[in-house]
């Protein structure tokens, strides 16, 4: 080998592509019959991406020496970078047949099996590799990359290490095991091996990408959002990529960015079942149930293995109150993904819902063994057990509670449980601590995703409804509506005592629970829609007449009907169905309308310490000050104008006689008693509510003038209260 030669081949192995490129071409003008160094030339062109020119480069290496296995095995690499499987299984085939030991040209034929689907062939290709050459690292690589994707981790893992172990400086390597262990969880190591893989080939684009996942999965959002920025800038044609940047902008509250990077993904890859999913938690998290369940489905429709999407399936169906086909969802993501931590906490919350509390602890607990970090799990198990919650357990949450990456929505809930903690632990002050912090926090973490509580308007929509419904309005609407005794409506102020009434009730043999169905509003909130006007919706409620009043309340008793069609009472207990019984009187005057009644200080700081997934105005004293100061205008609106009766509860009087209010109760829905009711506790049926627990236990005293606990902490709050 010439002197020039042997420096070009130096530049090119330090890295030095140009310049070893200029010295393979002059040596080609001069002896253009050199195999070898078009096959150099064709290799630069090749690590350069320039796979084409790469192609023809090799051709003509190979057509001056069609013997060389090198040769072949080189040109199948190109073939493959550009999408040519098939050639480039036939060139690897020729580069095996004329050395039929080459661990190199396994390799690749692996490789090319892969591209084409043919995964067992690939694994047994990657398998002769490696025992023709225990030591090929990047053999070792590309099988860990084909077993993880077959579900088989633990042999992945196995190899990505013995990959790293035989060639640290191999980067491929570095960043899938980074991956992978993020995937199992281990996020300190996982962000090692993916630093190092970036350290090593800082223009390798999948490794930016894996190392934005761990940076995003550790709460450091705006480093993911850089290192997907330069993976895209590497190879704009990452699709997953712009799904991960969707993720990070989701997860730092700005869903319209998040929108527009998950639809680039789609423009990419229309058939992304990951990307699909995402959106579909990403209309989720805007309420847009429906069109979230239907990117779910076409997730599960282009992969039907993919747990996140069965697990985004059983959330909706969650969210909708089916718990039984929820919690199927949940066990086949499960299935699918045994160790995946957030499907593990939300069969737990579905298996408290229905009263398996120890199987809830259980999921709880599986969550924390696959993810000792998932603070979901830390907060639901807290909230679950309370006082019970084991000291070990309680320094975990602690530990996990000062990371200072947390978001503040994940930072919010932990704190919420470790408040229940103390509570029960009767440390009110460490508890009033906690929840001045996490309310904090939720409320930052609300209005970063844009969900802020206006009390103003509020008020107005409180005055617009004083406005609509008064003894002139309900004189001329009289009997409209439909005549059925059937619906039945719980209402009142959240953690008012409406589960508690709803599990009297549905303990009657004839009564169905159907839990916080939100008809109400959401056809109050659609009454503009329905009338084709641009009107407000409670000027709409003023403008209802006949037909439309019966067509509306048909389409509840077919809901219900839905849901239940042998009950002869079915309850609805959403407590913001308040603000609308006003509708219900027009569209069911012979309905049942319960109000739950409760000390307002106990309700203030039962609202304070509950981590609500929807209701907005919780986070903030002043918001719940005004909100129980409408609240109240509007009760007092209602007794005066209201042409049907509302059954008064108080809270306190129930504690003190519950078979005494549980037979108002049931007198009151035009029921004969039955002794069940007097013993709700005892009960198995699903409940959805924060209190689950509680309305599972026998009532006690202790749950009247909770608020003399949190007196010096919630003063101001409980002054702005109104007075009876």
Same mark, same amino acid.
């Given at each position: ?130 025992? *023709? ?58 962000? #090692? ?13 999948? =490794? ?25 800038? *590497? ?123 120890? *199987? ?159 008809? =109400? ?23 209802? =007449? ?162 003399? #606990? ?15």
């Amino acid at each position: 080998m010439h002197a020039e030669l042997k420096a070009a081949i130096s530049n090119h192995e330090r890295g030095r592509l140009d310049e070893a490129d200029r010295v393979y071409q002059r040596i080609l003008a001069e002896n253009p019959q050199d195999a070898i160094v078009w096959n150099l030339s064709g290799v630069v062109a090749q690590q350069k991406g320039d796979h084409r020119r790469a192609i023809e480069l090799l051709n003509r290496a190979i057509s001056l020496n069609p013997r060389e296995p090198a040769f072949h095995a080189n040109v199948a690499e190109a073939y493959r970078a550009i999408g040519l499987y098939e050639q480039a299984a036939l060139s690897c085939q020729t580069a095996l047949q004329l050395e039929p030991n080459s661990p190199g040209a396994a390799n690749n034929l692996g490789l090319a099996w892969q591209g084409l689907g043919r995964i067992e062939e690939a694994i047994s290709q990657f398998e002769t590799a490696i025992r *023709l050459q225990p030591s090929f690292a990047m053999a070792h690589n590309n099988l860990g990359n084909l077993l993880r994707r077959a579900g088989h981790a633990d042999e992945a893992m196995r190899h990505f290490r013995q990959a790293v172990q035989l060639d640290p400086n191999l980067a491929a390597a570095h960043s899938n095991l980074g991956q992978l262990l993020l995937e199992q969880y281990q996020r300190q190591e996982s962000l #090692h091996h993916c630093l190092e893989a970036v350290r090593l080939q800082p223009y390798f684009p999948e =490794a930016q990408n894996n190392l934005g996942n761990v940076l995003r999965e550790m709460g450091r959002l705006k480093e993911s959002q850089a290192c997907y920025m330069e993976a895209l800038r *590497l190879k704009p044609s990452l699709a997953l990529t712009c799904n991960n940047l969707g993720q990070s902008f989701q997860e730092e509250g700005d869903l319209e960015t998040s929108l527009e990077w998950y639809r680039r993904g789609l423009t990419i890859d229309p058939d992304s079942a990951r990307i699909h999913c995402n959106l579909g938690s990403l209309f989720q998290e805007h309420e847009q149930y429906e069109t979230a369940i239907q990117h779910y489905r076409r997730a599960l429709q282009l992969d039907p293995f993919f747990a996140e999407a069965h697990h985004g399936v059983g959330s909706i169906l969650h969210e909708q109150g089916d718990i039984p086909s929820a919690q199927t969802y949940f066990r086949e993501a499960l299935r699918l993904r045994p160790n995946f931590a957030l499907a593990h906490c939300s069969l737990g919350t579905v298996l408290e819902e229905s009263g398996d509390l120890g *199987l809830a602890e259980r999921s709880f607990r599986n969550a924390l063994l696959h993810d000792p970090d998932h603070t979901g799990a830390h907060a639901q198990l807290a909230t679950l057990l309370r006082g019970k919650l084991s000291d070990s357990d309680l320094a975990a949450s602690r530990q996990l509670a000062s990371n200072p990456d947390l978001t503040d929505g994940k930072r919010s809930a932990i704190l919420f449980g470790l408040a229940h903690v103390d509570d029960a632990r009767k440390d009110y002050q460490a508890a009033a601590e906690e929840l001045r912090i996490a309310n904090l926090f939720s409320l930052a973490d609300r209005t970063r995703r844009g969900q802020r509580y206006d009390p103003a308007l509020h008020d107005q929509f409180v005055d617009g409804l004083i406005e609509t419904y008064t003894p002139a309005y309900f004189e001329r609407v009289g009997t409209s509506g439909v005549h059925s005794e059937r619906p039945v409506f719980i209402i009142g102020l959240p953690r008012s005592g409406t589960t508690l009434t709803e599990q009297i009730l549905a303990s009657h043999p004839l009564v169905f629970g159907a839990g916080e169905l939100g008809w =109400a509003g959401s056809t109050f909130a659609k009454l503009p829609q329905i009338m084709s006007t641009d009107t407000p919706d409670w000027k709409c409620a003023g403008m209802l =007449a006949e037909p439309l009043i019966s067509d509306l309340a048909r389409q509840l008793l077919d809901r219900l009907t839905i849901l239940d069609s042998v009950a002869q009472r079915v309850v609805d207990k959403m407590p913001d169905n308040y603000l609308y019984v006003g509708l219900i009187a027009n569209l069911f005057p012979r309905a049942r309308i319960i109000h739950c009644r409760r000390d307002l200080r106990d309700i203030a700081v039962s609202c304070w310490m509950t981590n609500f997934r929807q209701i907005r105005w919780a986070n903030d004293q002043e918001h719940i000050a005004s909100r129980f100061c409408a609240y109240r205008r509007l009760m007092q609106h209602w007794q005066k104008t209201l042409p049907v009766p509302i059954l008064e509860v108080d809270y306190e009087q129930t504690v003190v006689d519950v078979e005494g209010t549980a037979r108002r109760l049931i007198s009151w829905i035009g029921l004969d008693w039955d002794p069940a009711c007097a013993s709700f506790h005892e009960q198995r049926r699903t409940i959805r509510t924060a209190s689950v627990t509680q309305v599972r236990q026998p009532i006690y005293g202790s749950s009247v003038a909770r608020w003399k #606990h949190y007196e010096s902490a919630l003063a101001k709050l409980f002054e702005s209260l109104p007075h009876e």
